[in-house]
């Protein structure tokens, strides 16, 4: 079964100040992975998703940018914060083709 | 834009009594996954449903999907206070890769 690795588990950064969070993903080869922001007890708003290496794609726009160096490592990064850009933030991974998405323990970043 | 309607969006209820969440959309699902979440923490998924009017059951739990694959819901009989907290309903679309659209979600919260 796959694992889904996401550091740091929590932020607290600036304004203005640079981001970079990453994921990796253990037990699986070539997976569509995903990045998501939460809200509060919310739902899962999709943020960008990518099917291989350096392949990103980007559902909203925003300040933020993704990477993928790696086949299972996926980067979310910011040059400049803005205080919306706190959240939950959460990896996922998927593999197979069935559509189901496994969730890495996220990362809380707080901007101030 | 296509849009998953969960509701309730928060319940709280005694131990002991049943439950329904509903997630609705006006599309056309492949597969429909319901989620559990914790604070804090990532979503793990519970079930996946494929097959129109499917039923599937985990324990006190269960699935529907509806016969044209537009809804689905989530029964529980007898909540526990283990039962507490977000139930996240997200549906594949044909042709849309392995992205997901997630419903907003419904806080659930049994009181002993």
């Known amino acids: 079964s796959q694992t889904i690795h996401q550091w740091p588990a929590t932020l607290v950064q600036p304004v203005g100040s640079p981001l970079s969070l990453e994921c990796t993903v253990e037990?699986?080869?070539?997976?569509?992975l995903y990045w998501y922001r939460q809200a509060a007890g919310r739902g899962l708003q999709l943020l960008f998703y990518s099917v291989g290496i350096g392949q990103i794609s980007s559902e909203v726009p925003q300040n933020l940018s993704a990477s993928r160096p790696q086949d299972r490592q996926f980067i979310l990064s910011s040059k400049k914060l803005l205080l919306s850009d706190s959240g939950f933030y959460l990896c996922?991974?998927?593999?197979?083709?069935?559509?189901?998405?496994?969730f890495g323990p996220g990362t809380r970043l707080t901007v101030l | 834009t296509q849009l998953l309607e969960q509701s309730p969006q928060f319940l709280s209820i005694q131990e002991g009594e049943n439950l329904t969440v509903y997630c609705n959309s006006s599309s056309v699902f492949s597969s429909l996954q319901w989620y559990r979440q914790e604070p804090g923490e990532g979503p793990v998924l519970l079930v996946t449903?494929?097959?129109?009017?499917e039923v599937k059951k985990l324990k006190r739990l269960t699935f529907q999907f509806g016969d044209a694959r537009k809804d689905s819901s989530l029964h529980i009989t007898a909540a526990q206070p283990g039962d507490t907290g977000l139930y996240l309903c997200?549906?594949?679309?044909?042709?849309?890769?392995?992205?997901?659209?997630f419903g907003q979600g419904t806080e659930l919260s049994v009181k002993p």
């Open positions: 996922a991974s998927e593999r197979g083709g069935g559509n189901e998405q496994f």
């Open positions: 449903v494929v097959t129109g009017g």
């Open positions: 037990g699986t080869s070539n997976p569509n």
């Open positions: 997200a549906g594949a679309v044909n042709n849309q890769g392995g992205k997901l659209i």
